[in-house]
């Protein structure tokens, strides 16, 4: 009975909390500090002024949550703009005859984790594509914090007309591999069932330690007990070639991203789960003859460091940029 009246309380406090609680950031360390103290936290950008903190997802019938239309606020110290289709960046305008136009899908690592806007990766490369081809070449952010393969493919249905991409970008992983006791398959986008849980790190967020992904618990990338990927690999190939066939329907070329994480950096390399889905790109982008952008390989041939990541799976802003440049050239080539 005690524990149903606090329920019953926190359910009253939540209706006036607001929307998302403060998260602390990692505190920069040493480059074998793992997972919280990577040494590209150093380079993050200090809080902007005059802007509220973190983006409240709304939400969404197809996608479970989006991105708040017609919002500007920060997100992990970085000023965040979102336009009128939900997606992260400027207003989506007609693209030009002449006109290149990357469109590229993922969660929060495509989205920008702590990386300003002209600094994500599909911008790099399109200004480096611009220059290079001496025509226009722009980049919209698909991404989302979150989002699986099945959420990107509702996303280009969603929006993919209006964007009107000559090139979408594939690089969804880390959301679907990603250890929960609810795989979307059996519905997803749930909250914590008990109000009380959360209030309770809603109102204790700023001192509790920084959020990690599931599947990061004892081995980086090793399932953890009891629980199952958001998406499995069936599942994954399936919506990996619905994306493909897509994008086609749409008129534009899919390109194929595997993205990097610090993992990639140790001698011993990838655990299985992290290679099994990425196997299913690598055999994506060979079953349609796409363009593949292969993250691990670039960063190990530039000689990428932590320093090139914010923690366990986002690339910091120079990590952006090694990824745009891979980008640029796989296009360029």
Same mark, same amino acid.
């Given at each position: 009975?005690?524990?149903?009246?606090?329920? %019953?309380?926190?359910? =009253?406090?939540?209706?006036?909390?607001?929307?998302?609680?403060? $998260?602390?950031?990692?505190?920069?360390?040493?480059?074998?500090?793992?997972?919280?103290?990577?040494?590209?936290?150093?380079?993050?950008?200090?809080?902007?002024?005059?802007?509220?903190?973190?983006?409240?997802?709304?939400?969404?019938?197809?996608?479970?949550?989006?991105?708040?239309?017609?919002?500007?606020?920060?997100? #992990?110290?970085?000023?965040?703009?979102?336009?009128?289709?939900?997606?992260? =960046?400027?207003?989506?305008?007609?693209?030009?005859?002449?006109?290149?136009?990357?469109?590229?899908?993922?969660? +929060?690592?495509? &989205?920008? %984790?702590?990386?300003?806007? *002209?600094?994500? &990766?599909?911008?790099?490369? *399109?200004?480096?594509?611009?220059?290079?081809? /001496?025509?226009?070449?722009?980049?919209?952010?698909?991404?989302?914090?979150?989002?699986?393969?099945?959420?990107? @493919?509702?996303?280009?249905?969603?929006? =993919?007309?209006?964007?009107?991409? #000559?090139?979408?970008?594939?690089? !969804?992983?880390?959301?679907? @591999? &990603?250890? !929960?006791?609810?795989?979307?398959?059996?519905?997803?986008?749930?909250?914590?069932?008990?109000?009380?849980?959360?209030?309770?790190?809603?109102?204790? =967020? $700023?001192?509790?330690?920084?959020?990690?992904?599931?599947?990061?618990?004892?081995?980086?990338?090793?399932?953890? #007990? /009891?629980?199952?990927? $958001?998406?499995?690999?069936?599942?994954?190939?399936?919506?990996?070639?619905? @994306?493909?066939?897509? *994008?086609?329907?749409?008129?534009?070329?899919?390109?194929?991203?595997?993205?990097?994480?610090?993992?990639?950096?140790?001698?011993?390399?990838?655990?299985?789960?992290?290679? @099994?889905?990425?196997?299913?790109?690598?055999?994506?982008?060979?079953?349609?003859?796409?363009?593949?952008?292969?993250?691990?390989?670039? %960063?190990?041939?530039? /000689?990428?460091?932590?320093?090139? %990541?914010?923690?366990?799976?986002?690339?910091? #802003? +120079?990590?952006?940029?090694?990824? /745009?440049?891979?980008?640029?050239?796989?296009?360029?080539?």
């Amino acid at each position: 009975m005690g524990l149903g009246a606090l329920e %019953f309380a926190a359910r =009253g406090v939540e209706v006036g909390m607001p929307a998302m609680p403060l $998260r602390p950031l990692p505190a920069p360390g040493a480059a074998d500090c793992m997972p919280d103290c990577m040494p590209g936290v150093a380079a993050m950008p200090e809080q902007p002024v005059g802007l509220p903190r973190g983006i409240p997802m709304v939400p969404h019938g197809r996608r479970a949550w989006a991105l708040p239309a017609n919002t500007e606020m920060v997100e #992990t110290n970085v000023a965040v703009r979102v336009n009128a289709l939900a997606l992260r =960046g400027p207003p989506i305008v007609p693209r030009a005859a002449d006109e290149l136009r990357l469109l590229t899908l993922g969660d +929060s690592s495509v &989205f920008g %984790f702590g990386v300003a806007e *002209a600094e994500v &990766f599909g911008q790099v490369a *399109a200004r480096g594509l611009a220059a290079r081809l /001496g025509r226009p070449v722009s980049a919209v952010n698909g991404g989302t914090p979150g989002y699986t393969s099945v959420q990107a @493919l509702d996303t280009l249905m969603d929006v =993919g007309r209006l964007v009107d991409p #000559t090139h979408v970008v594939i690089a !969804t992983l880390w959301s679907d @591999l &990603f250890q !929960t006791d609810t795989p979307l398959e059996r519905g997803g986008g749930q909250r914590h069932p008990l109000a009380l849980y959360r209030v309770g790190t809603r109102l204790l =967020g $700023r001192w509790l330690p920084a959020t990690k992904v599931g599947w990061t618990e004892g081995d980086v990338g090793a399932p953890g #007990t /009891g629980r199952s990927a $958001r998406v499995g690999l069936e599942r994954y190939q399936e919506t990996l070639d619905r @994306l493909v066939a897509q *994008a086609r329907i749409l008129g534009a070329e899919p390109v194929v991203m595997i993205l990097p994480a610090p993992i990639d950096l140790d001698d011993s390399g990838p655990p299985p789960l992290i290679s @099994l889905y990425r196997a299913e790109l690598e055999a994506l982008a060979v079953r349609h003859d796409l363009v593949l952008v292969n993250g691990p390989t670039y %960063f190990l041939q530039k /000689g990428a460091t932590n320093a090139d %990541f914010y923690d366990q799976v986002h690339p910091s #802003t +120079s990590g952006h940029g090694l990824l /745009g440049s891979a980008l640029y050239g796989a296009l360029s080539d």
